[in-house]
């Protein structure tokens, strides 16, 4: 179901060739094709402040807030985000929040043990930018890249980067009754900023998705789409679904494991906090009407697996910066619907908090040399360091057991991750400016 295995081969040959042009960064970031002459190699972008037109992005969107950023291209990881930073209406300046944000390996094992891949650091990720069209990028702009050790000539400089906005419903809505018996909506309707580019591995189509909303929430998302691969419609043993007519052609079932690696800057300082949050309920005390609920934070202060349980969060917290109520700055982790795949020991826990190290690039089969014992994958760097510099690995699992209307083509399956502001301005930054008063004790009525 996900490509047929001679291109496979080639795929994976190519990516270990790429592994010194990677190691060396000549070839490591890429972006527009603008931005160098021709026949040479365009230089990594400079911090957000100050990186060139084609690498920057801005954004004001119509609640006010504004998001900026830089981008570039990674031989393996291809697009990556840096120096973000989000700038809501009645703050003077903009708020850092991320360092870099990227993809860290899409690991995909078969159901029946026959093979598995790491399609970012073995396949071709990066070399599979696709060229986009206007009509799946509605009133932005697709940005053209240059593609660092392109397999195929034609295909250096694609077109294949979308900026754009879109609107995504409700942000708010709220009834404020009045004192003459009438009722007062205030509501509004939310917009984001979507970021995207389309990397083809074998039959798949991934979309790789940043969604920056007006109320200062970060989206993750990786989309598959394409075709299934007619080289696996050999699932017979029961590890695979039936598809076209009949019993003849079974699709063999497998996984995605999508791993991300967040480098936050709160405020402009990587010593950020991590903090776990767990609920426990307890039954009603004797003569009690109901159950309690007590909320327990735990400092994680050295370097952790993590695992998602009911009622268990975590948030990022600055130490540099606090809102104007005084509150430290934080995001919160939220992942997504997760079907965790066990079968490898770095694919068993939800999240990671590591301590930086510039080495630790990809949750598995990782191309940078760590040196002896510094291990291929992410499990391997969680050894007690104390954390200083996290660095946030977030990990979400679809088991793909095929279906017939997933063919033709193939409708988009998505997993991913939200990161949502905790206290990183004293209100709803969409507050209505008749209702900026309300800090706190709200009016009576409303």
């Not at 911090?47 to 570039?72: N, P």
């Not at 970012?120 to 009133?139: K, R, S, V």
């Amino acid at each position: 179901m996900h490509v047929n295995r001679a291109r496979r081969v080639r795929r994976q040959t190519a990516a270990a060739l790429s592994a010194a042009v990677v190691l060396g960064g000549t070839a490591l970031a890429a972006g527009p094709a603008s931005a160098a002459a021709p026949g040479t190699t365009p230089a990594a972008p400079a911090a957000a402040a100050d990186c060139s037109a084609a690498y920057k992005i801005e954004q004001t969107l119509s609640g006010g807030t504004t998001w900026r950023m830089c981008w570039h291209y990674e031989t393996a990881a291809g697009l990556v985000l840096d120096k973000i930073s989000y700038q809501p209406k009645g703050e003077a300046a903009p708020i850092p929040v991320l360092t870099t944000a990227k993809l860290a390996q899409i690991h995909v094992p078969y159901d029946d043990g026959s093979v598995e891949y790491d399609d970012l650091t073995g396949a071709g990720f990066g070399q599979g930018l696709m060229p986009m069209n206007a009509a799946e990028c509605p009133g932005g702009t697709i940005k053209t890249v240059k593609v660092p050790e392109a397999w195929n000539p034609d295909m250096a400089n694609v077109k294949g980067l979308c900026v754009t906005t879109k609107a995504r419903g409700h942000a708010y809505r709220m009834s404020e009754y009045q004192e003459n018996g009438g009722v007062k909506i205030h509501q509004a309707q939310g917009k984001d900023l979507l970021v995207y580019a389309v990397n083809q591995v074998g039959w798949y189509e991934y979309i790789t998705e940043w969604r920056f909303q007006d109320d200062g929430t970060i989206q993750a998302n990786v989309g598959a789409t394409g075709s299934l691969s007619p080289g696996d419609y050999d699932a017979g043993d029961g590890r695979g679904w039936p598809i076209g007519k009949g019993a003849r052609d079974y699709a063999t079932s497998h996984s995605h494991n999508v791993f991300w690696r967040l480098n936050f800057g709160l405020d402009g300082s990587p010593k950020a906090k991590i903090e776990q949050y767990d609920s426990k309920i307890s039954p009603p005390a004797r003569g009690g009407s109901a159950p309690t609920n007590k909320t327990t934070r735990t400092s994680v202060t050295k370097e952790l697996a993590a695992n998602a349980q009911t009622m268990r969060w975590w948030r990022v917290v600055s130490t540099a910066g606090k809102n104007k109520d005084g509150h430290a700055r934080s995001y919160e982790i939220v992942p997504g619907p997760q079907a965790k795949y066990s079968g490898r020991p770095f694919t068993k826990n939800d999240l990671y908090f590591t301590n930086y190290k510039k080495c630790e690039q990809f949750a598995s089969n990782n191309i940078p040399n760590c040196g002896a014992g510094g291990g291929k994958s992410v499990d391997k760097w969680v050894n007690g360091q104390t954390l200083t510099h996290p660095i946030v690995w977030v990990n979400m699992g679809f088991h793909h057991v095929a279906r017939d209307e997933d063919q033709q083509p193939m409708p988009v399956h998505w997993q991913g991750f939200s990161l949502a502001p905790r206290d990183v301005t004293a209100m709803n930054p969409l507050t209505p400016a008749d209702m900026a008063d309300q800090n706190g004790q709200p009016r009576q009525g409303s």
